[in-house]
């Protein structure tokens, strides 16, 4: 059987931030078009965990053994991110979960890891950017999250080869605990980028047994946009199989996701027999040469890059400044919640994370679980109807006013439940809802994780 691509996924965070509203602000920096903005109760984990069950959906007879978590804005050092994302799947204890996290070229690290598995494994990235207010960085990047689900099998997309030139330099770098990235002058990582490119690109193409024009669409990840276009220009590809770089305008670039998201924006294009090559220009280059086969056609993701990009709904600079730690705000005039147990978290996992219920055996849903009911049921993949709802001004919550509406699920299961990415005045009972893995709060560093519904858009 073919090694490569099972199935993939992206996330793309409701919210988007208009890049001309920052200048009026700022006082400088801003730009055209918009970026996307993860919400106050998103973070790299619960953003993985979107994008890593849109993966899966696609391939629900394929049960990954390992996942491999990569990003540069980790929620916890010292303790591992990646288990979050094995609980909210329902993974099970076998199954191993690793960080790679720290670097944009991690991400490649992770899938050379995923790839070369004995087993099924899924390979993500996430990532929050940010930048100081009306910086380039600010304005360029954006926040998402994307998964591939990678092994042996009836790949959609066969591994066929791939190069890599490693070259230590300084280019972009950010010190544990600051909000930007300092860059070194253009020219100088433009230069040394391009030899590596190049030498990558040969190496993947003399691999392969292939030439350049053999290459049918060419997608390039990098946080340095001159040596892209640099590089791209040396490849010898046609102009029409380049990507002509549209997330860039309305999403943004979002870091270590950037690779596979636009990996995954490619495939959702492919047809059958096409050659896609990923480059990848972070301390080095790498390159991966992929083959679609005839199931890309027939997997499509369930929920598209292109479907999340224009569905997107807006937030204001200022919103999105309180939402980073930037902007200090007035904090509610409530108490802050105390610590999360981990000794109770510890007791209902499946609750908590895999928003698991119980049925008893005249097929009533308990949520949460009843200890008297002996079948498990799994609920996040439930959709529901909000049958009535609150608007709350007064309860703490870091981007008040808190909506929290009662939620009849489709075949049984009624819970109270808060909403997010909603605005007040668009719920209305009858609504429609889904389930998404977010943050409650946190609370001397530890992040309360569990679900809230969003309205079905």
Partial sequence: MARGILGWGAYVPYRRLDRTTIAAVAGGGGGKGTRSVASYDEDATTMAVEAARIATRSTPDVQP????????????????????????????????????????????????????????????????????????????????????????????????????????????????????????EERFGETRYTALGADAWDAALKQAGIAAGDVDRVVVASTHDRAVKAVTKKLGVSPDALDAGELSSTIGNVGAAQPLLVLCSALEAASPGQTIALVVLADGADVVLFRTTAAVGARRSVRSVAEQVSSGGAVSYGKYLAWRGVLPVQPPNRPEPARPSSSAAGRSIDWKYGFVGSEAGDGSVHLPPSPHDDTARPMSEATGTIVTFTIDKLAYSPSPPVVFAVVDFDGGGRLPVELTDVDPDEVAIGARVEMTFRKLFTADGIHNYFWKARLVR
């Fill in 65 to 184: 053994l390992s996942v491999w978590f990569a990003t540069t804005s980790p929620p916890y050092l010292d303790k591992t991110n990646a288990t979050a994302i094995h609980a909210a799947l329902r993974l099970p204890r076998d199954a191993a979960a690793f960080d790679a996290g720290g670097a944009v070229r991690s991400t490649i690290g992770a899938l050379r890891a995923g790839m070369h598995d004995h087993a099924p494994a899924l390979v993500v990235a996430s990532d929050v950017r940010t930048g100081l207010p009306g910086s380039a960085d600010e304005s360029a990047f954006g926040d998402g999250a994307a998964a591939l689900l990678v092994g042996e099998g009836d790949a959609v997309a066969e591994l066929i080869a791939s190069g890599t030139s490693t070259e230590e330099f300084v280019d972009r770098w950010r010190t544990p605990g600051d909000i930007r990235s300092k860059i070194w």
